[in-house]
């Protein structure tokens, strides 16, 4: 029986996880399951859906996020996106921003569990039974929410509405008084509360999200659970991503080390510099890739310092890479 992606995946991001990065973590690792950006459900009916959910089968297997709050708006996006290839469609309910907030959705929607139902119900209806499967990613409760009896109950909300595949990040947001980035760090992380989830739930798909910043680390929780995601920690140290396919899915990853990753990536960043991108919207993604690697602060200096000039080509990442001693093995 195959190993399914979700064993491993990487958590949306903001402004990170956008189509360049996407396509270079796919020459680290061919089997994690990829998560776009997050996309409200109002854009995706109204935007340019080609420009906001780009993307090419090169990425695959690869997860759309979608934010929203009307189940109506929810139908209509789900019923735009579903045959476009995305393995699934996952509802932000774990976003603590104030931006979301103020869209009264993400984490915020936790406080309304029968508003939940009905989105998510109507996504069903609108991937129906040959689609995408409709996932949600939540919080483990939000505020003053005593998480050992509302997460239990939201779960049951969650099996009740045909949802059997739930991504739980490992901390309570703190919705009034606390940063995106202090809901990251604050709070702290319970994650005996979702491996309780997995044996009160046992039927429902429970991946663990939050705080994982090692490959030992993840290996250690999918002994108990169906998956782990994780976010900051492949952004900025992918080269952890090459580790993921041998770990978790027992294949070969799709180069040998970081140096003929980067080399695979640059037909990509050649053809995509050719339609007009500058390349600094490419190498923001490559800066982490040698961390704590002698030469590293040279390697990143370079390209920050030289990716957004005019004209800059693939010449600057060559240089960067000089600054590395023997880069070609590592």
């Given amino acids: 029986m195959a190993i399914p992606a979700y064993r491993l995946s990487t958590a949306p991001m903001m402004e990170w996880t956008d189509r360049h990065w996407r396509v270079f973590a796919r020459t680290l690792t061919r089997k994690a399951l990829l ?3 997050m996309v409200t459900a109002q854009a995706l009916i109204h935007g340019d859906l080609e420009r906001l959910t780009a993307h090419s089968p090169a990425e695959y297997p690869l997860a759309l996020q979608i ?19 995305f393995f699934e469609i996952n509802l932000n309910l774990g ?12 984490a915020a929607l936790m406080a309304d569990p029968r508003r939940v139902s009905d989105c998510l119900s109507a996504m069903c209806d609108a991937s129906g039974s040959n689609g995408p499967k409709i996932t949600a990613k939540i919080r483990l409760g939000i505020d003053d929410q005593n998480p050992e009896h509302s997460l239990p109950e939201f779960m049951t909300m969650l099996n009740d509405s045909n949802i059997n595949h739930v991504i739980i990040h490992a901390r309570k947001a703190i919705l009034g008084g ?44 999918v002994g108990l659970l169906d998956g782990v995601m994780i976010g ?16 978790f899915f027992h294949e070969e990853p799709p180069n040998r080390n970081a140096f003929e990753a980067l080399l695979s990536y640059r037909s990509y960043v050649e053809s995509t510099l050719a339609l007009g991108f500058p390349l600094k919207h490419l190498t923001r993604h490559l800066v982490g890739l040698y961390h704590q690697i002698p030469g590293a602060r040279n ?19 060559e240089d960067a890479l000089a600054a590395i001693p023997n880069v070609e093995n590592l």
């Fill in 67 to 85: 934010g929203g709050s009307n189940p109506e708006e929810l139908f209509q996006a789900t019923d735009r996106v579903k045959d476009l290839g």
């Fill in 232 to 247: 900051r920690a492949a952004y900025q140290t992918p080269q952890i991503l090459l580790q993921v396919d041998r770990q």
């Fill in 35 to 37: 998560y776009t950006e």
């Fill in 95 to 106: 976003c603590p921003s104030d931006r979301v907030q103020a869209g009264c959705f993400g």
């Fill in 178 to 221: 606390l940063s995106p980035k202090q809901n990251r760090e604050i709070p702290p992380l319970n994650y005996e509360l979702v491996h309780q989830m997995k044996k009160e739930f046992p039927d429902m798909e429970i991946v663990l999200n939050g705080g994982l910043k090692t490959i030992a680390q993840c290996q250690a929780e």
């Fill in 299 to 317: 390697y990143r200096r370079i390209l920050s310092e030289r990716a957004h000039l005019p004209g800059a080509d693939w010449a600057v990442i």
